[in-house]
């Protein structure tokens, strides 16, 4: 059966509490990039949510990780965090114009990500997506959306996004709507509940299960104990990156790493 890569990673590289918890005693901290990625197999690059970056930079980094290795680049609030979407097209052409095709294959999704506050509207919706560009200088480009409005939670949200091809953020979180209807080419999970109390951040018992998941995820299969909104999208091997985010921060290199050793 044919399955799709799936990816494993955290949230940006620079943390100071990983200093000597993940990352070694006195380890650099210009090489932070390098040993996560040795560690890990994805990242989401956080620096690009605040303002524009050097192309110079994603050159750097992508010669930082190994082949197969991949950054999700996180989209700039000026154009996710507004009250109405489609009205964002010059920033989202800046953004994608930035210099982000420099990371070459080791490019994964960008993530575009709604305030809390922001409420579905079918028609800015529309025109948001309507705006996402399919390539940039020759390269193909990814996107995913997460709402975080319980009013996203309705299939006409999940049918803009599949006429777009456009996928849909998994949040697993005490805080936002979990929606796990599949769209576009990939999956992208977002973990936000590791622990203080466990020293991986979940107990064995959660790993080994959203080990499964992931697999399930990267047959192309949509896993029945999860909520949905509309119709199971058809079976087909898609990407799949699961990342560790927000709960108990410290814990999420080792959670990451605990799943890669599961897959």
């Known amino acids: 059966m044919s399955v799709g890569a799936i990816r494993v990673g955290v949230g940006g590289w620079d943390y100071d509490p990983w200093r000597g918890s993940f990352y070694p005693p006195k ?5 932070q990039l390098d040993y996560a990625a040795q560690h890990l197999t994805a990242t989401e690059i956080n620096a690009t949510y605040y303002k524009l970056q050097k192309p110079e930079l ?4 992508a010669k ?3 082949d197969g290795f991949k950054f999700a680049v996180k989209g700039s ?3 996710s965090n507004r009250r109405l979407l489609a009205d964002g097209g010059e920033g989202v052409t800046k953004f994608c114009a930035q210099g982000l095709t420099e990371l070459g ?3 994964g999704p960008i993530l575009w990500q709604f305030m809390g506050t922001k409420r579905f509207d079918p028609d800015d919706l529309r025109g948001f997506l309507a705006l996402l560009p399919r390539e940039q200088d020759g390269v193909k480009l990814s996107h995913v959306v997460e709402p975080r ?8 949200f999940v049918q803009l996004c599949r006429a777009a091809g456009v996928g849909i953020v998994f949040a697993e979180s ?3 709507p979990c929606i796990a209807d599949l769209s576009g080419d990939l999956v992208y999970a977002r973990l936000q509940r590791s622990r203080e109390e466990e020293p991986a951040g979940y107990p064995d018992a959660e790993l080994d299960a959203w080990a499964e998941v992931a697999k399930a995820w990267a047959r192309g299969e949509t896993p029945p104990q999860f909520p949905t909104c509309a119709e199971p999208a058809p079976v087909k091997p898609r990407d799949t990156y699961v990342f560790f985010i927000s709960g108990f921060k410290e814990r999420n290199p080792l959670a990451a790493m605990k799943l890669i050793g599961r897959l």
């Open 27 to 31: 380890w650099p901290k210009a090489k």
């Open 58 to 61: 994603f050159v750097k980094w």
């Open 64 to 66: 930082a990780v190994p």
């Open 77 to 79: 609030r000026y154009c």
């Open 105 to 107: 294959d080791k490019l």
């Open 149 to 156: 409005h319980e009013s996203f939670r309705t299939p006409e």
């Open 174 to 176: 005490d805080d936002y």
